[in-house]
């Protein structure tokens, strides 16, 4: 941590703990204002995919703002916004190209729930309203995707006032220690939902909701290949709507704009936030098949909305990240840095035997620590790994972000993302100041 012990504040957020104040950023570089330089080695919450000040989007804003920083949605329409929403639905599985943009993750999330509610309404299916989950799993902070979030530290306070959703477990197969191969576990776990379904009773089922790369919640956390396929094929069985929430794993990150195209699932509702405004303004955007949204507009239109929603300056932000990503071939950076990355973490697994799995797509990584790599038994709570090692880091000025929650059991993951422009080079800082806080 900076010597500099900041002023007391008005200001408040998760605890007292008090960060150094940022300065300036650029690229993959952050600094504070004593002018200690930090590696943003998580993107933030993996959220600043092209990186700290990226002229092209700056300028991009800063012409937008000479012409309109808002018009209410009731009232105008906006070019960048047209043109934001026209080029995210190319890069969309046919058919999901209808874009209802929004200013964050959760906020597509909930956008997401209830687009589908009211297209079961709007189609006859009103007894279905339930919303299959997983845990764990994050989806958001307001009440609506908390309800979905597979995470008793977020969830417990509001119990008596949340109407919480089923969870089937996520596929943590890597912890499962049975006969199975990871392609017969995967389809275990996928046949968790058809079972739940049938508990639930299928006709009062609306969706299911997952993150196809886990984030936060199950660190990186990557399903067998037979898992994507049989989810899809079961969701289709009963007439359920398949909901990715991309919010993390969305707008290239992991090496594709969707981490759905690893598969070739095509979900029926996909939320996108965090790496689609990069950073630079708070922007999401919930993209439904055309066939759902048609009928709830038909039926007299989606009773939703949020105030800053497609505003045109966010969107022009948006716009120019999203050509940045795709004029630099930032995809393909993510995937070919992201494997560089991903061997030099599995290759820390022969030096530390505390290291119990590394795991992830493009530059979506995790590593979690153990006390056991062979039983995958977890580290005492008391030895704080989760805060330590990431104290550590930033004391050497590298960002990465931590969480101590897997399969529904307690483990320290630790999530290694930085911006999809980031090089060997900046492979080779981070691994040294890893080495250095490991040790
Ligand atoms: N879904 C996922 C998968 C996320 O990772 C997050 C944020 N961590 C959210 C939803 C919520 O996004 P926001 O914080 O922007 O509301």
Request: glycine share 10%.
């Amino acid at each position: 941590m900076s010597d500099i012990v900041p002023p007391p504040s008005n200001l408040f957020y998760q605890s007292r703990n008090r960060r150094p104040r940022l300065d300036r950023a650029e690229g993959v570089y952050m600094w504070d204002e004593t002018g200690k330089r930090y590696l943003d080695g998580s993107s933030g919450a993996m959220v600043s995919n092209i990186g700290h000040s990226n002229p092209r989007v700056l300028a991009a804003m800063r012409a937008q703002m000479d012409r309109s920083t808002f018009g209410y949605r009731l009232h105008f329409e906006n070019e960048p916004a047209e043109e934001l929403a026209r080029l995210v639905a190319s890069l969309m599985p046919a058919g999901l190209d209808r874009v209802f943009f929004v200013s964050g993750g959760s906020e597509a999330v909930e956008s997401a729930v209830k687009l589908a509610r009211q297209w079961a309404v709007a189609t006859g299916q009103a007894s279905r309203w339930k919303v299959i989950a997983r845990y764990p799993s994050y989806h958001g902070s307001t009440f609506g995707a908390l309800a979905l979030t597979g995470m008793a530290l977020m969830t417990a306070p509001f119990s008596p006032m949340l109407r919480e959703m089923p969870r089937i477990p996520a596929p943590t197969c890597y912890l499962d220690r049975d006969s199975l191969s990871m392609e017969e576990r995967g389809l275990r776990y996928a046949g968790m939902l058809r079972e739940e379904i049938l508990r639930q009773g299928p006709e009062t089922v609306l969706g299911f909701i997952m993150e196809p790369v886990g984030g936060a919640s199950t660190g990186a956390l990557v399903a067998p290949d037979s898992y994507y396929a049989r989810i899809r094929e079961i969701c289709d069985e009963f007439g359920v709507l398949l909901i990715y929430d991309e919010v993390m794993s969305g707008a290239g990150r992991t090496g594709t704009f969707l981490a759905a195209e690893h598969w070739g699932i095509r979900p029926d509702i996909v939320a996108l936030s965090k790496g689609f405004g990069a950073g630079y303004m708070p922007l999401g955007a919930m993209v439904a098949d055309r066939r759902l949204v048609e009928p709830v507009l038909d039926a007299g239109g989606f009773v939703h909305g949020f105030t800053y929603a497609g505003n045109p300056l966010a969107c022009a932000a948006g716009l120019a990240v999203i050509r940045e990503v795709l004029d630099n071939d930032l995809m393909g950076n993510a995937a070919r840095i992201g494997a560089l990355l991903k061997s030099e973490l599995t290759g820390l697994m022969a030096r530390y035997p505390f290291i119990g799995d590394v795991r992830g797509k493009g530059l979506l990584l995790a590593f979690e620590l153990v006390a056991d790599r062979e039983t995958m038994t977890p580290l005492p709570k008391a030895h704080d790994a989760y805060v330590r090692l990431v104290e550590h880091a930033y004391e050497r000025g590298l960002i990465i972000y931590s969480r101590r929650t897997r399969g529904g059991r307690e483990g320290d993951h630790f999530l290694v993302c930085p911006p999809m422009i980031a090089t060997q080079a900046h492979v080779g800082e981070i691994m040294e100041k890893l080495v250095a806080s490991l040790d």
